[in-house]
């Protein structure tokens, strides 16, 4: 089983849409987690800290379930711009060492 | 700016021909790493460095060294280069606050060829 894993998509969705897309990771002992996003092969920029209680930026909204060891990124009225791969971060471990492991991404699409 | 700095951007060059790519930092971070992202595998960890002087192993050590022996700077080196190290290279750094959600920084990644 992979340490992070994601739904490599694509996602195919219309300009308006809401859509979301799910992270699992293995080890529970994981404190530190991000959404980021990716376009064309640049280099991924952040799209979110995700935090224990959830948290929301405009149209973004991060959730964390550790009981079930996952994350989520809902997206709200997608809009053309919003297409790129979103990547999930987890760190490894509860240990401080700046290790970080990335889901493969999932890739939307998203069409007028 | 905060920012990450990686050279060169692209780069091609022949099997066993050394070189080093570089990686800068201006935040004062303590972590860097390298990573390579490859279609299909995602970004895999190469190396990374918790500080001056301290180094480990990521998940695809093979073929690659690194030194750190200024904060701010963190090369990453191909001694005998190959073809199945044809890779799209990033360089990102964090600090000690990460596992406190401040989030990990990313150079503009190197693009390189072996032939």
């Known amino acids: 089983r992979k340490e992070v894993e994601q739904d490599p998509g694509p996602f195919n969705v219309p300009e308006g849409a809401t859509v979301a897309f799910n992270c699992t990771y293995s080890?529970?002992?994981?404190?530190?987690f991000f959404w980021y996003r990716q376009d064309c092969r640049k280099e991924p920029k952040l799209l979110m800290s995700?935090?224990?209680s959830g948290n929301e930026d405009g149209r973004f909204t991060a959730q964390l379930n550790r009981a079930s060891q996952y994350i989520s990124l809902l997206i709200r009225d997608s809009k053309l711009s919003d297409s790129a791969t979103y990547l999930c971060?987890?760190?490894?471990?509860?240990?401080?060492?700046?290790?970080?492991?990335f889901g493969q991404g999932t890739t939307l699409q998203v069409k007028p | 700016e905060a920012q990450v700095t990686q050279n060169p951007r692209y780069l091609i060059t022949v099997t066993g021909k050394k070189l080093t790519v570089t990686c800068s930092q201006n935040?004062?971070?303590?972590?860097m790493s390298w990573y390579r992202q490859d279609p299909g595998l995602g970004l895999r960890q190469i190396y990374y460095?918790?500080?001056?002087?301290?180094?480990d192993k990521g998940d695809v050590p093979e073929g690659y060294k690194v030194s750190r022996k200024e904060k701010r700077n963190f090369p990453l080196i191909l001694e005998s280069p190959s073809p199945n190290q044809t890779s799209l290279y990033f360089c990102?750094?964090?600090?000690?606050?990460?596992?406190?959600?401040?989030?990990?920084?990313f150079g503009p990644g190197t693009r390189l060829t072996v032939l």
């Open positions: 990102a750094s964090s600090s000690l606050l990460l596992l406190a959600g401040v989030p990990p920084v």
């Open positions: 080890n529970s002992a994981s404190q530190s």
């Open positions: 995700v935090y224990s």
């Open positions: 971060v987890v760190n490894r471990g509860s240990s401080n060492t700046g290790k970080l492991i």
């Open positions: 935040m004062n971070h303590e972590y």
């Open positions: 460095s918790m500080n001056v002087e301290a180094t």
